[in-house]
T-cell receptor
Framework: DAKTTQPPSMDCAEGRAANLPCNHSTISGNEYVYWYRQIHSQGPQYIIHGLKNNETNEMASLIITEDRKSSTLILPHATLRDTAVYYCIGVPTGSYQLTFGKGTKLSVIP | DAGVTQSPTHLIKTRGQQVTLRCSPKSGHDTVSWYQQALGQGPQFIFQYYEEEERQRGNFPDRFSGHQFPNYSSELNVNALLLGDSALYLC?????????????FGPGTRLTVL
């Protein structure tokens, strides 16, 4: 599984876009990039995933660079409820486990 | 559409005791994974169950065991509890055969070992 590197913490003003970076320079061709978030003391929440193309859903957008060595999760209009730890995870096709790192603690500031 | 449910929400046990945690997967899901999350750490994979068999196991001792029932629900059993077993235990479900096997997590069971 690719090792992912994320900044330990970030701040974002409420209403602004939150851009969370993730480096995964050792990612293999069959590895998906998954993003989860965990609000304090709750179970992780699935956000979005992608392989090569950019993806968008009702929660966020995922931008993956052409060389697939990094990606950015974009929350278009951050709210206070988006304050959480965000995890970027490389998941090989057919893998059974998620390997969580330390993630990025995002604080949305009023 | 019911999501992943876990019971109980909280549990307090003493060292040496045994505990059983329960998980019901999301509707339409047939695979259950268990994770342990110590305070301040990311979740760590314990094992995954599919077709009532343990399919893969993380780096956890044999004191941790599980079971999956024909209705896809699952139990996690921990024997001879240690203080270090205090953690949030998370269950995640997924659907075998889906292109990316996305796992969806329940709210967790908070276990405290005294």
């Amino acid at each position: 599984d690719a090792k992912t590197t994320q900044p330990p913490s970030m701040d974002c003003a409420e209403g602004r876009a939150a851009n969370l970076p993730c480096n995964h320079s050792t990612i293999s061709g069959n590895e998906y990039v998954y993003w989860y978030r965990q609000i304090h003391s709750q179970g992780p929440q699935y956000i979005i995933h992608g392989l090569k193309n950019n993806e968008t859903n009702e929660m966020a957008s995922l931008i993956i660079t052409e060389d697939r060595k990094s990606s950015t999760l974009i929350l278009p209009h951050a709210t206070l409820r988006d304050t959480a730890v965000y995890y970027c995870i490389g998941v090989p096709t057919g893998s059974y486990q998620l390997t969580f790192g330390k993630g990025t603690k995002l604080s949305v500031i009023p | 559409d019911a999501g992943v449910t876990q019971s109980p929400t909280h549990l307090i046990k003493t060292r040496g005791q045994q505990v059983t945690l329960r998980c019901s997967p999301k509707s339409g899901h047939d695979t259950v994974s268990w994770y342990q999350q110590a305070l301040g750490q990311g979740p760590q994979f314990i094992f995954q169950y599919y077709e009532e068999e343990e399919r893969q196991r993380g780096n956890f001792p044999d004191r941790f065991s599980g079971h999956q029932f024909p209705n896809y629900s699952s139990e996690l059993n921990v024997n001879a509890l240690l203080l270090g077993d205090s953690a949030l235990y998370l269950c995640a479900s997924s659907r075998q055969g889906a292109s990316t096997d996305t796992q969806y997590f329940g709210p967790g069971t908070r276990l405290t070992v005294l």
